[in-house]
């Protein structure tokens, strides 16, 4: 049975000749004793319990720090991370326009080199090409005069002789030309 604090206050004895029952008044103050007890052990438990759940909370509290702590320095940590990363992109995107216009500037250099040594073989070339029409020119001109110099012997033999001569040396030289413009 629970004793409630106003069983306490109105709780009356019966009347014995020498005051109250001893029997019942010490009943009585075991009672409350017993319950004294329990709710001083169940005050106990509680403030035990208390403490463990502000001990609880104080680890949760601890807890909650670090990881803000923890998420405040990942996300330092990440920004720094990007910004590096950044600026690393754009360090190699830089190197690699400046190995490109590099690469395109060295490339166009040796265009114009190439070009400009094709314009001198052309010229070489026709050079070549004017000297050996001037070379076959002059020995068909020297050929002419030595005919006008020299002329055929009246005999027929002599004339298909100098005939064939005049020929084959044209031939040749004809043939000297085209095999020119074909190297060439």
């Known amino acids: 049975m629970k004793i409630a604090p106003i069983d306490i206050a109105h709780k009356t004895f019966t009347r014995k ?35 463990e759940k502000e001990m609880a909370i104080l680890e949760y509290k601890e807890r909650d720090e670090l990881l803000k702590n923890t998420i ?39 265009l114009q080199k190439i070009f400009s040594e094709i ?5 070489v070339r026709m050079q070549f090409e004017n000297n050996i029409r001037a070379v076959v020119q002059s020995h068909l001109a020297m050929i002419e005069q030595g005919q006008k ?8 033999q002599a004339r298909e002789m100098s005939f064939t001569e005049d020929t084959e040396q044209a031939a040749i030289a004809r043939n000297i030309e085209k095999a020119f413009q074909k190297e060439f």
């Open 17 to 51: 000749m020498m005051g109250f029952d001893p029997d019942e008044v010490m009943d009585f103050l075991r009672s409350i004793a017993d319950e004294m007890e329990d709710l001083i052990r169940e005050r106990n438990e509680m403030r035990e319990s208390l403490r």
């Open 72 to 110: 405040t320095t990942a996300t330092r940590m990440s920004d720094k991370l990007q910004a590096d990363a950044e600026r690393e992109a754009r360090l190699i995107i830089n190197d690699a326009k400046q190995k490109a216009e590099m690469i395109v500037r060295d490339s166009r250099e040796s």
């Open 119 to 123: 314009s001198e073989l052309k010229k």
């Open 149 to 156: 110099v020299m002329p055929n012997p009246p005999d027929f």
